[in-house]
């Protein structure tokens, strides 16, 4: 159970806020007045700067050994410190914040030192990526996609049902919220083309993703049991993997996505933990093929998130939606993944990012990419700011928010944004 629910914060936490005291994910910022980066979690309006907080002696848990945790530049060491002192933490971040708590409710110079605005600070990198991997874990999306690359018969490969499939992606290339997109150059080919030529990308695509982060890895040599794979994973972001879908169509045979994948990757910055997100666990799909024994996960392993799409093009006022999905849509689940990666021993290490692959629903409406909302160019969707849409053009910005609701309890993740710049 989690002890935080039904609690109020002595901050004003607005009915639609993604930020209320039951979340308090964890994020990297800095401001005008003090550009050391630090790590702060957000409530309402506001960012807790834990740091701060650490500073004015406001944490019993913290050895002095560990005063440092909060005045680092990604969330490494903390993540790496275990479940344990992650949730003693975050029941005192719970107690600074409640209503009944006079401590910092009552002390205005504390307050001025440890709340800041979240209108005045700056979102960094929240984790120091050392591997990033990108699964492939929506059955409606590998059926969409194989039916579009490899038509009806042949659009879910037999290995799909057994395993989760995924690559190798690249962690030099995930970015923060809001940073600009330059559109990639690579080698395509037309259908009808001799040869492939060379140039921007045409087919510029957004894929819909939550990705989670590795708390405490694994030694080499040591797979992580999948009844055990929970006590690994640190919280997730929304994740946004930009995708040249004329450049992945040429390459991708025989070894699968290259440089149509590893231009950028964008996460959103604050890391809602697993704990924030326990009273949204949902019964996973039923696997048929039922999965072999090292992959076979019971319980409630899915997650209602409510994922929404929106495009804002240069000449519109407002952001419109163009998709509305959920996390609970995947086939495969975190802790498979996560058993899956490492059955052959291959080790997780703090900070590493595991996505979950391209998140579509059963219906148009819920698609996770361009390539399948315009049925690769074919079926445009019509914007109600005017025109048509078939891929990302420059001057383009791609929003994904997400959250999770249920008896009036709201767990966001905010969002993650990025705009298009023409290619160089
Ligand atoms: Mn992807």
Known sequence: MNDN??????????????????????????????????????????????AAADRNGLFKNIS???????????????????????????????????????????????????????NDVTMCMPVEIGDYTDFYSSKDHATNVGIMFRGKENALMPNWLHLPVAYHGRA????????????????????????????????????????????????????????????????????????????????????????????????SPW????????????????????PLPYLKSSGNNSYDIKLDVLLKTPSSQNAEI????????????????LAHHTVTGCNMRTGDLLASGTISGPEKGTYGSLLELSWRG???????????LKFLRDGDELIIKGYCEKDGLRIGFGEVTGKILPAK
């Open 378 to 388: 074919e079926e445009p969707i019509k914007l109600t700011s005017g025109g048509e």
């Open 271 to 290: 890391v809602v933990t697993m704990e924030a997100l326990e009273p949204f666990r949902i019964k996973s799909e039923i696997q048929d093929p039922a």
């Open 5 to 50: 629910i039904k609690r109020k914060s002595f901050i004003d936490v607005s009915k639609d806020s993604d930020f209320p005291i039951e979340n308090l994910p964890y994020g990297i910022f800095y401001t005008k007045e003090n550009n050391s980066l630090r790590v702060g979690t957000a409530i309402g309006e506001y960012v807790l700067d834990l």
């Open 64 to 118: 002095p050994a560990d005063k440092e945790i909060f005045s680092s530049k990604s969330l490494n060491r903390f993540m790496s410190m275990g479940k344990t002192f992650h949730r003693e933490i975050r029941k005192e971040i719970s107690d600074l914040l409640d209503e009944n708590n006079s401590i910092l409710r009552d002390d205005d110079k504390l307050r001025s030192e440890c709340l800041i605005h979240q």
């Open 322 to 337: 163009i998709s509305r999905s959920n996390f609970k849509y995947m086939y495969w689940d975190m802790y498979q993944q």
């Open 172 to 267: 030099s290339s995930v970015v923060i919220s809001g940073t600009e997109i330059i559109r990639p150059k690579g080698q395509t080919k037309a259908d009808d083309a001799e040869s492939p030529s060379f140039g921007p990308s045409r087919l510029l695509d957004f894929e819909l993703e939550m990705g989670f982060f590795i708390g405490t890895g694994n030694n080499l040599g040591e797979p992580i049991n999948i009844d055990n794979a929970s006590d690994h994973i640190f919280g997730m972001v929304l994740v946004n993997d930009w995708s040249a879908r004329d450049i992945q169509k040429w390459e991708y045979v025989p070894l699968g996505p290259f440089l149509a994948k590893n231009f950028a990757t964008s996460i």
